[in-house]
């Protein structure tokens, strides 16, 4: 019912900033709430992110907070993940998925995208 595409990943220096975008098609009206998550080889699919229809409700992992942001444009039916100070750490490949209510447990989204690669090196 509803597809994701994301977009924006690529091969970055440390601090520097790139933009995840994700477009999102089809019955969106039957979501409430868009949340970015990554997951880097060998490790689990981390929460990153999300954000509700209205932009009013936010919420960030700790490990990102401050220095990503993200956003959305509801005419376009796509969100974005603004990343700044980039660090290795921040090397995985990024998801967006669309749920229901808001939640940082992936379990509980019930649309993902393919995913983007983000590769930040020292």
Known sequence: QV?????GGGLVQVG????LS???????????AMGW???APGKERDFVAAITNSGLNKYYADSVKGR??????NALNTVYLQMNSLK???????????DR???????DYDYWG????VTVSS
């Open 101 to 107: 209510i808001l939640t940082r447990y992936a379990r």
């Open 68 to 73: 990503f942001t993200i956003s959305r444009d």
């Open 114 to 117: 393919q995913g983007t690669q």
């Open 3 to 7: 597809q994701l595409v994301e977009s």
């Open 16 to 19: 520097d900033s790139l933009r």
């Open 88 to 98: 290795p750490e921040d090397t995985a490949v990024y998801y967006c998925a669309a």
């Open 22 to 32: 994700c477009a999102a098609s089809g019955r969106t009206a039957s979501t409430a």
């Open 37 to 39: 998550f990554r997951q």
